[in-house]
């Protein structure tokens, strides 16, 4: 579905497609983009390994790199090309690791050591990233990410990156919530507002088990004879 055809689905829903509107194109269309990023929200995140936001620059002697403001969650990340594994840990782990994780008799924190990148530290600044070791030369490095969509919906004739098409119907239910929010004599309902939320809510949690049964392998059990 695009967003020309789920503007349409709305405008009939909600019975408004003679002009003047209820509900400006622009405010339609504000609704929809709200609810395809609040629906990636609740349901963990666009799975990406290809795009450039799974592309990290560790600059030379830079203890720091900039990343992507769409990333949700970094699941991996290893250096390009070799290969090899950058652990991915949380700021408040820095002082927690032992000696056999890092091999020195010293913490993370305090480290100014030079070389090859072995961990990346996130949670200490939004959309940044700390290295440790500072890298003793440019390094780049590939990520495993969940994320927020890169485009914003606006007009007609746009799609809905990283959500199945069978998804799209149901953005209705939040735009609906959005609409019967405003603050206007002939749009305000506040109970239908909050039931088409809890809807929208509902919904996206059935999708978020969908998709996490999708991201678990199958495993074969073998059973011994009696």
Not at 58 to 76: E, F, G, K, W, Y
Request: aromatic share 10%.
């Amino acid at each position: 579905m695009t967003s020309d055809e789920l503007y349409d689905l709305f405008r009939s829903d909600v019975m408004d497609t003679a002009a003047p509107y209820l509900w400006s194109d622009d405010e339609t269309y504000a609704y929809m983009n709200d609810a395809y990023y609040m629906f990636v929200r609740l349901t963990g995140g666009i799975p990406d390994f290809t795009s450039s936001a799974c592309t990290v620059t560790a600059t030379a002697n830079q203890a720091t790199a900039a990343l992507d403001p769409s990333i949700l969650v970094v699941r991996t990340a290893t250096l390009d090309p070799s290969g090899d594994k950058v652990k991915v840990i949380n700021a408040q782990d820095l002082d927690s690791l032992s000696d056999e994780d890092y091999g020195m008799l010293r913490t993370l924190n305090s480290t100014v050591s030079k070389g090859k990148v072995r961990y990346m530290v996130i949670g200490m600044q939004a959309d940044a990233v700390r290295w440790v070791n500072i890298p003793d030369t440019t390094y780049t490095v590939k990520l495993v990410i969940d994320r927020l969509p890169r485009t914003t919906i606006s007009d007609g004739g746009q799609t809905f990156e990283g959500v199945k098409p069978h998804h799209h119907f149901h953005f209705l239910k939040w735009m609906r919530h959005l609409a019967y929010s405003k603050q206007d004599a002939e749009t305000f309902d506040k109970a239908r507002s909050q039931q088409e939320k809890a809807d929208f809510e509902a919904y996206c949690s059935l999708a978020k088990a969908e998709k996490e049964r999708y991201k678990h392998k199958v495993r074969v059990v073998a059973y011994g004879g009696i």
